[in-house]
């Protein structure tokens, strides 16, 4: 499948739901890319699933570049957005740096950054450059010590006008598509209708014009779940069965068999006897 282009991105709102999941490595970006999974976020939640970090704060630009070039590297012909990780977009000055490094190295088709109408001129520097931005609001990582832990977010009317008000202006600033984390389905499914660009859900039901969910919980590679996750299939138990699995055969000595070793001629084996003279195997 060719690769999807912003505009054409834009164009599928009211046509056909959006598929993003997220991908951190090389092999992830292939199995991503085999699915035609529409687009790959290379997100700054790598801190947590990749690296084992507690939260995404710790997430530099260098992690960033280093996680997105092997993404790219595995997925040529999938759209591919990187997350700006925290403090990288403060100023407009410092989100145009940061961006305009994603794109030009690690040839990232647009970028993803966190937060309401305080980013909009921020979008606004990006847009102007032509680096296409996704916004996102709701739960947002990046701000887990303000929100008090990862709490689903806008439940009072208060909350919920706010996050229209900040959907709106992140649409009139030009970002080209929307992610909605951790908040309830009929805001999420409200703001929806009110913009024009594609809302990307996770955690926010199903009336958002796609999904994405992180690689490691839609496989049943995490040890917990959020509750909005669905592991479509049990990599953990695959995977930690095989690895059981090899461990007894390595300890019974019934790995590496005959087929899985290499061989020498006897001819071979009775010179190189005959050239030493130390006989013992
Ligand atoms: O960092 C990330 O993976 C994300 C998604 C959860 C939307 O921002």
């Known amino acids: 499948?060719?690769?999807?282009?912003?505009?054409?991105?834009?164009?599928?709102?009211?046509?056909?739901?959006?598929?993003?999941?997220?991908a951190y490595d090389y092999i992830q970006?292939?199995?991503v890319e085999a699915a035609n999974i529409d687009v790959i976020?290379?997100?700054?939640s790598l801190g947590m699933t990749t690296l084992g970090f507690?939260?995404?704060?710790?997430?530099?630009?260098?992690?960033?570049?280093?996680?997105?070039?092997?993404?790219r590297r595995g997925a040529p012909h999938t759209m591919m957005v990187v997350d700006l990780?925290?403090?990288?977009?403060?100023?407009?000055?410092?989100?145009?740096?940061h961006g305009g490094r994603l794109i030009q190295e690690t040839a990232a088709d647009g970028v993803k950054l966190e937060g309401g109408s305080a980013v909009v001129p921020a979008v606004e520097a990006l847009v102007k450059e032509s680096i296409p931005v996704i916004g996102h609001l709701g739960l947002t990582p990046?701000?887990?010590?303000?929100?008090?832990?990862?709490?689903?977010?806008?439940?009072?009317?208060?909350?919920?006008?706010?996050?229209?008000?900040?959907?709106?202006?992140?649409?009139?600033a030009g970002v080209a598509a929307l992610v909605l984390e951790g908040i309830p389905d009929r805001v999420a499914t409200f703001v929806t209708d009110a913009i024009t660009v594609p809302t990307i859900g996770i955690g926010a039901g199903k009336g958002c014009d796609g999904q994405v969910l992180v690689f490691h919980d839609c496989l049943g590679l995490s040890s917990g779940y959020p509750k909005f996750a669905r592991p479509f299939a049990d990599l953990r138990t695959v995977?930690?069965?095989?690895?059981?699995?090899?461990?007894?055969?390595?300890?019974?000595?019934?790995?590496p068999n005959d087929q899985e070793s290499y061989h020498v001629t006897e001819r071979e084996w009775e010179h190189f006897l005959a050239l030493t003279d130390d006989h013992t195997p």
């Open 1 to 22: 499948m060719p690769k999807l282009t912003v505009p054409e991105l834009i164009a599928l709102k009211g046509h056909r739901p959006i598929s993003w999941m997220t």
């Open 29 to 31: 970006a292939q199995l």
């Open 41 to 44: 976020l290379v997100g700054d």
């Open 54 to 71: 507690d939260t995404t704060l710790p997430v530099t630009m260098d992690h960033m570049v280093h996680h997105s070039l092997a993404v």
């Open 85 to 97: 990780p925290f403090l990288s977009f403060a100023t407009p000055a410092d989100a145009l740096r």
């Open 142 to 172: 990046q701000s887990v010590h303000r929100m008090g832990g990862y709490k689903v977010q806008a439940r009072s009317a208060h909350t919920i006008h706010q996050l229209l008000d900040d959907a709106k202006r992140l649409t009139d």
């Open 239 to 255: 995977i930690v069965d095989g690895l059981t699995q090899y461990r007894e055969a390595v300890e019974s000595r019934s790995f």
